[in-house]
C-alpha cells in the first residue's frame, strides 16, 4: 500500500503543480527543445491532466497493475528526455514538479533528477509485480489478508 499511495502523491503533486501553472508547463516542455512547436503546447496541457489521472487511479486503486505499468512508460520517457537535455549540453530545470526552463543546472543536478525517477520506477515495479493491496477499490486489486491469510485461502 505505501507503494501506491507513494506513486500517487508524486503524480498527483505533479500534476497538480503542473496544473495550476500552464504557462510555465508550455516554457518546460519547450525548454526541451524535442518536440515541433505545433506538439508543445498539447502536449504541456495533457500532462499535468495525465499525471493527475495516475495518481487518482493509483490512490483509489483501481487498475493497479495497469496504472503502474503507465507510470513505468512516462517515468522512462522522462528519464529518456532529462539524459537526452544532460547528452545535449542544455542547462534547464527539468519542470518535474512545476516550474522548468532556462536554469543554472549541472551535471549533479541532472543525476539526482534520473535518480530521483528511477526511484520512482523502483515503486512502479513493485506495482506491477504485487498489484494487490489493502485499501484499493479495484476487483481482483485488494490483498484481502486477515491473519497471513488471502482471502483464496480463507474460501477453501
Known amino acids: 500500500m505505501v507503494a501506491r499511495v507513494g506513486l500517487a502523491a508524486v503524480w498527483l503533486v505533479s500534476g497538480g503543480l503542473k496544473a495550476v501553472d500552464p504557462t510555465q508547463t508550455i516554457v518546460a516542455v519547450r525548454a526541451y527543445r524535442l518536440l515541433s512547436e505545433d506538439w508543445v503546447r498539447p502536449v504541456a496541457n ?14 483509489i486503486g483501481l487498475g493497479v497493475r495497469v496504472v503502474a505499468s503507465l507510470s513505468a512508460v512516462v517515468l522512462l520517457v522522462l528519464i529518456s528526455v532529462i539524459v537526452s537535455v544532460w547528452a545535449r ?19 549533479w543536478d541532472y543525476v539526482r533528477e534520473i535518480a530521483r525517477d528511477l526511484g520512482f520506477m523502483v515503486l512502479a515495479g513493485w506495482l506491477i509485480a504485487f498489484p494487490r493491496t489493502p485499501g484499493a477499490l479495484g476487483p481482483r486489486s485488494r490483498s484481502g489478508t486477515f491473519s497471513g491469510r488471502t482471502q483464496s485461502d480463507m474460501a477453501q
Request: aromatic residues 10%; proline residues 3%; negative net charge.
Open 46 to 59: 495533457a500532462l499535468p491532466f495525465l499525471e493527475i489521472g495516475l495518481g487518482l487511479f493509483l490512490l
Open 89 to 107: 549540453g542544455m542547462s534547464i530545470d527539468c519542470g518535474c514538479f512545476g516550474g522548468g526552463g532556462a536554469a543554472d543546472v549541472d551535471a
